[in-house]
């Protein structure tokens, strides 16, 4: 089996957990994941299975979620599975303010990733600082915010803002609730946080893990072709005898392509990822026989 699984994954799972039991499961151990999911949030997780998992650097790095924000309250993590350190109503607030700051969280912007985060700092990640008590500031970086979009809005002591976000990697939405927060001078916390797009894949065409067990027992899972989720890349077709070479890790001469390419035998089998000068083309991951 290779492939990818387009998996829902639950609340309160880390993507290790699922990753865990997407392997027992398939009864195979070569399974990984991309994108990491916080436990508290929900929604898309792209699992790569077999062969394909040395594709997941190949995959597109766009995201979208749904988040909820809530405001006059922050936290140690940045979201409710924190503790409380702030908290001031601000049932004044309006939704016509709150969208006014919006903007500042357009296009590429900087971030400071939260203090319970995975990120390393001199090879040791935030999270497990924290939980010593050593709080150590993520060095800032620059994430890229496409869309901001207002769904929905709670007025109240503590109101709540829904939105629609899409991003590229490395984008902590947590981040984003606390800063909004900052702007407004209310704090603020991620109350919930739905992934609804991940490297090409959307959470309409997701499984549970309650799904993925009962097509499994019925007979009827199959896991999505590995060049499936690659369809961003373009591609390039091989003669026979010229797939056959570039497979064995030989630079072959093709015209006119240019970039990284989806490599394919003449007969449609996908047979890897190659990068061209517009003169030869290069072996990057070779995987003859997926597809």
């Given at each position: 089996?290779?492939?990818?699984?387009?998996?829902?994954?639950?609340?309160?799972?880390?993507?290790?957990?699922?990753?865990?039991?997407?392997?027992?499961?398939?009864?195979?151990?070569?399974?990984?994941?991309?994108?990491?999911?916080?436990?508290?949030?929900?929604?898309?997780?792209?699992?790569?299975?077999?062969?394909?998992?040395?594709?997941?650097?190949?995959?597109?790095?766009e995201k979208a979620y749904q988040a909820t924000i809530r405001l006059g309250v922050q936290t140690?993590?940045?979201?409710?599975?924190?503790?409380?350190?702030?908290?001031?109503?601000?049932?004044?607030?309006?939704?016509?303010?709150?969208?006014?700051?919006?903007?500042?969280?357009?296009?590429?912007?900087?971030?400071?990733?939260?203090?319970?985060?995975?990120?390393?700092?001199?090879?040791?990640?935030?999270?497990?600082?924290?939980?010593?008590?050593?709080?150590?500031?993520?060095?800032?970086?620059?994430?890229?915010?496409?869309?901001?979009?207002?769904?929905?809005?709670?007025?109240?002591?503590?109101?709540?803002?829904?939105?629609?976000?899409?991003?590229?990697?490395?984008?902590?939405?947590?981040?984003?609730?606390?800063?909004?927060?900052?702007?407004?001078?209310?704090?603020?916390?991620?109350?919930?946080?739905?992934?609804?797009?991940?490297?090409g894949f959307h959470l309409a065409s997701s499984l549970t893990l309650t799904d993925l067990e009962?097509?499994?027992?019925?007979?009827?899972?199959?896991?999505?072709?590995?060049?499936?989720?690659?369809?961003?890349?373009?591609?390039?077709?091989?003669?026979?005898?010229?797939?056959?070479?570039?497979?064995?890790?030989?630079?072959?001469?093709?015209?006119?392509?240019?970039?990284?390419l989806r490599v394919y035998h003449e007969d449609g089998t996908f047979l890897g990822i190659g990068?061209?000068?517009?003169?030869?083309?290069?072996?990057?991951?070779?995987?003859?026989?997926?597809?």
């Amino acid at each position: 089996m290779q492939g990818f699984l387009n998996l829902n994954k639950p609340f309160n799972w880390t993507s290790h957990d699922c990753v865990a039991r997407v392997r027992k499961l398939l009864r195979l151990k070569r399974v990984g994941h991309a994108g990491t999911l916080d436990p508290a949030a929900t929604g898309v997780l792209p699992i790569a299975v077999g062969k394909a998992t040395r594709l997941l650097q190949y995959l597109p790095s766009e995201k979208a979620y749904q988040a909820t924000i809530r405001l006059g309250v922050q936290t140690t993590t940045d979201d409710l599975q924190g503790e409380i350190i702030a908290s001031q109503p601000c049932p004044e607030l309006s939704l016509a303010v709150v969208e006014s700051a919006l903007p500042k969280f357009q296009g590429k912007i900087e971030q400071i990733p939260p203090s319970y985060s995975a990120i390393q700092v001199e090879g040791k990640r935030l999270y497990d600082l924290a939980r010593k008590g050593e709080i150590v500031e993520a060095p800032v970086r620059i994430v890229e915010i496409f869309q901001i979009e207002v769904l929905d809005w709670r007025a109240g002591d503590f109101p709540e803002l829904d939105v629609a976000i899409v991003c590229g990697a490395g984008t902590y939405i947590r981040a984003i609730a606390r800063d909004l927060g900052t702007i407004l001078e209310t704090g603020g916390t991620l109350a919930a946080l739905k992934r609804t797009q991940s490297s090409g894949f959307h959470l309409a065409s997701s499984l549970t893990l309650t799904d993925l067990e009962t097509q499994l027992q019925a007979g009827t899972f199959q896991l999505i072709p590995a060049d499936a989720a690659l369809q961003h890349l373009p591609s390039v077709t091989l003669p026979a005898q010229t797939a056959q070479k570039w497979c064995q890790g030989q630079r072959v001469a093709v015209i006119d392509v240019l970039g990284m390419l989806r490599v394919y035998h003449e007969d449609g089998t996908f047979l890897g990822i190659g990068q061209s000068n517009a003169e030869v083309l290069i072996p990057q991951m070779v995987l003859s026989g997926i597809g």
